[in-house]
């Protein structure tokens, strides 16, 4: 009753009011008991998650220590790549062992389906483009939807961008920060924006000189945004900071907001006319069509009694080499290959029209003779056999690493570098490290007992072999002004286990009865 008479709904002047509380509650089609119910199961639940998470009402500086230490954990390792292309000379070519591999792989090399058509396509813009429209309605049209043709304001900019993001360590973002500073005062002290931006910026527009074209209001995000609406042409900005990292702006020219003249936009306006009236009309023509197809007995003997139709007639196509007409329209493709020879589809509504189809014949797919693909499978071969090699290489150095053999020498055996891959974080990304990230998990569970995984890694076609070479676990600072954030979120999660803990044990206690009737 307390909670419901605090709703600000069912208040007058502040004060709970009984009918406006029946009123409110009719208008939602709920009952009053019914509502209450629902109030009374709702307020229970909270005070449960409220109280079972009461148990749980400490965090340790222990833990959070221990926290602390697993997220933000270090590892180095040291690392080889082996990669296919090493092995590619090494595979021996011979026809009888590339047509037995042929013979386990042949259903990947199975030709598509291809069908042979005859169609009639009745498509807006065929339609449309028929369609005499009147001067008036243009100019009807254009005043009408005078917004549609007006253009906003629009500015010319380059940039020098170095990149940083909020994930970086406070020295890489000082150090960005502080070359921005530097590349600012060479571009205020008049060097070539154009120049400096081919050879600072670490942005995409780095190569056409922090070009970024013509732009309205609101397609940058804010801070840049805010940056160029602000400044005149020849101003280069102060350095901007945004989730990209630091920006040097050069404001290269204004394009004022303007409405574009109905001379410039009177053949798009006809097309849009043309368009809307062709919609309606382009389902009668075809309608009209299939009707005398169907009249007719064939869409041959249609075209008979109907010499100014024209049938397209296609050769034999797959899906992937669709007549351009189908290729755009979905529906149209779909509904082509789900018939079979000698049959008429139905009048077919696309997403451009509307299209009758008749297929002439069908080529079911087929498996290609060796000789047919022998080019490409020995390609397919080598590249198969090279992946294997390195696998297998890439198993070997594991064992013999299982041996006590040094990596160095294993990797110079194979003629490949031995690369040590810096300190490693889990959670926060290393634009400096070359070690594959989706290895990462597999790293960080070496050790000096466990020195390398059980199987090589492997990333694309590549394969990895690593061993461990540091690990630094990290405490933080007695003073630091994170411990209250980590003893937050960690008794939150605590609660958070012991409320699913309390829910799988009343799943498991629960008593389940089944009505007779169902």
């Known amino acids: 009753r307390q909670i419901i008479e605090g709703m600000v709904q069912f208040q007058e002047n502040g004060v709970f009011n009984i009918e406006r509380y029946k009123t409110v509650l009719a208008a939602n089609r ?16 909270e005070i449960t998650v409220r109280d079972i998470g009461k148990f749980a009402s400490t965090a340790t ?13 270090k590892i180095a390792v040291r ?14 070519i011979d026809d009888q062992a590339v047509k037995a591999w042929f013979e386990t792989v042949k259903e990947n090399y199975k030709s598509e389906p291809q069908i042979k058509l005859k169609y009639l396509p009745f498509t807006y813009a065929s339609v449309g483009s028929k369609i005499a429209v009147d001067a008036n309605k243009v100019e009807q049209f254009y005043n009408d939807n005078i917004s549609q043709f007006s253009v906003p304001e629009r500015r010319h900019a380059r940039h020098i961008l170095l990149q940083a993001t909020d994930n970086d360590s406070a020295e890489h973002l000082q150090e960005q920060a502080v070359k921005a500073e530097e590349i600012l005062k060479r571009a205020q002290n008049g060097e070539d924006f154009s120049t400096l931006a081919r050879e600072f910026s670490e942005g995409p527009s780095k190569e056409s000189g922090g070009d970024l074209g013509f732009f309205a209001a609101g397609q940058m995000v804010p801070a840049f945004d805010q940056a ?11 350095v901007v900071k945004t989730q990209f990292g630091y920006h040097i702006i050069l404001l290269e020219e204004i394009q004022q907001a303007q409405t574009r003249p109905l001379e410039e ?20 023509v075809a309608n009209d069509a299939y009707e005398g197809i169907i009249g007719a007995g064939s869409l041959n003997k249609y075209a008979e009694t109907h010499p100014d139709i024209h049938i397209e007639q296609t050769d034999f196509f797959s899906k992937n080499d669709a007549p351009a007409d189908l290729l755009s329209d979905p529906q149209f493709l779909q509904k082509a290959f789900e018939l079979n ?3 008429l589809s139905s009048l077919i509504k696309g997403d451009s029209g509307y299209m009758i189809l008749f297929v002439e014949d069908v080529r079911e797919p087929e498996i290609p003779s060796f000789a047919a693909k022998k080019d490409v499978l020995i390609k397919d071969y080598q590249k198969i056999r090279s992946q294997e090699m390195a696998e297998e ?7 013999k690493l299982g041996e006590n053999k040094e990596l ?13 891959s810096g300190l490693l974080s889990q959670h926060e990304p290393n634009n400096q490290a070359t070690f594959p990230s989706p290895l990462l998990e597999d790293a960080f569970l070496l050790s000096q007992s466990a020195p390398f995984p059980e199987k090589p890694g492997k990333v694309g076609d590549n394969f990895f072999v690593f061993v461990f070479l540091d690990r630094q676990i990290p405490t933080m600072p007695e003073n630091s002004e994170e411990i209250e954030k980590y003893r937050e979120n960690l008794l939150a999660f605590k609660q958070q286990q012991l409320l699913s803990a309390w829910l799988r044990h009343q799943e498991i206690d629960a008593e389940i009865t089944r009505h007779p009737s169902l």
Do not use: H, W
Not at 228 to 233: D, E, L, R, T, Y
């Open 265 to 284: 936009v009177q053949a798009e306006i006809v097309t849009t006319l043309q368009q809307k009236e062709a919609e309606g009309l382009a389902f009668q």
């Open 408 to 420: 160095d020498a294993l990797a110079l055996a194979l003629g490949i570098p031995v690369v040590e």
């Open 61 to 73: 500086d222990f833990e959070i220590q221990e926290i602390y230490s697993q997220q933000n954990e």
């Open 79 to 92: 690392y080889v790549q082996i990669s296919p292309d090493q092995f590619i000379d090494q595979v021996t």
């Open 341 to 343: 020879k000698g049959e």
């Open 30 to 45: 709920m009952a009053p008991t019914k509502f209450e119910a629902t109030m009374r199961a709702d307020l229970l639940s």
């Open 228 to 238: 160029v609406f602000s400044m005149q042409p020849g101003e280069i900005s102060e």
């Open 393 to 399: 290489a890439a198993e070997e150095m594991l064992q």
